[in-house]
């Protein structure tokens, strides 16, 4: 199973202020995707946004985008303009490109947006 | 309009008593997951089918069985529930060979008493 490191259990972010959650992970592919997932309490996880690693623009979802660092294998995840919605938990997750289906999960980062 | 339905959201069964627990799809996709994910940990994959390829993760306890009788239909057999397999069970769906997110259910929240 490939490794993925979420480094902060927890973190907080003023309402409107911006956070940056961290993720690496550990491969000896050069093709594979990766994901931020976000899980709200009680609730279904959901897509935040996807990165192909072939891709070297960073991909943006409104106020999501993520600091792909191929070379450093580090995927980290900025949220601009926090809203009291954005409050969950965010998993980092891994998926090979061409051989096997399997999704890896990172541990998760508890995110709290202050009011 | 859910596409990856669990049910049932919340199970309660006794210790060593064989429990079912189902997943639904409409989407169409042949890859479908289960996942086990405690209490602040990373959720774990158990096993995936892609199509009817079972295909089983090798720290995998026996206890756990799955079936897959068609596309829409995945079930995850605990044959002899203990009290460590009291979690959460993800069911994830995805397309394979295309860049596609798994879609996940709400979960079923396993209780073993």
């Known amino acids: 199973a490939q490794t993925v490191t979420q480094s902060q259990p927890e973190m907080s972010v003023q309402e409107a202020e911006t956070v940056t959650l961290s993720c690496t992970y550990d491969t000896s592919e050069s093709d594979y995707y990766l994901f931020w997932y976000k899980q709200p309490p009680s609730r279904q996880m959901i897509l935040v946004i996807r990165q192909e690693a072939y891709k070297q623009q960073n991909a943006t979802e409104n106020r999501f985008s993520v600091n792909f660092q191929k070379a450093a294998k580090s995927f980290s995840l900025k949220i601009s303009d926090s809203q009291l919605g954005d409050a969950a938990m965010y998993f980092c997750?891994?998926?090979?490109?061409?051989?096997?289906?399997?999704?890896?999960f990172g541990t998760g980062t508890s995110l709290t947006v202050i009011p | 309009d859910a596409m990856v339905i669990q049910n049932p959201r919340y199970q309660v069964t006794q210790f060593g008593k064989p429990v079912t627990l189902s997943c639904s799809q409409t989407?169409?996709?042949?890859?479908m997951y289960w996942y086990q994910q405690k209490s602040s940990q990373a959720p774990k994959l158990l096993f995936h089918y892609y199509d009817k390829d079972f295909n089983n993760e090798a720290d995998t306890p026996d206890n756990f069985q799955s079936r897959r009788p068609n596309t829409s239909f995945c079930f995850l057999d605990i044959r002899s529930p203990g009290l460590g397999d009291a979690a959460m069970y993800l069911c994830a769906t995805t397309l394979s060979g295309l860049n596609t997110e798994a879609f996940f259910g709400q979960g079923t929240r396993l209780t073993v008493v």
């Open positions: 989407l169409n996709h042949n890859v």
């Open positions: 997750a891994y998926r090979r490109a061409n051989t096997g289906n399997q999704f890896y």
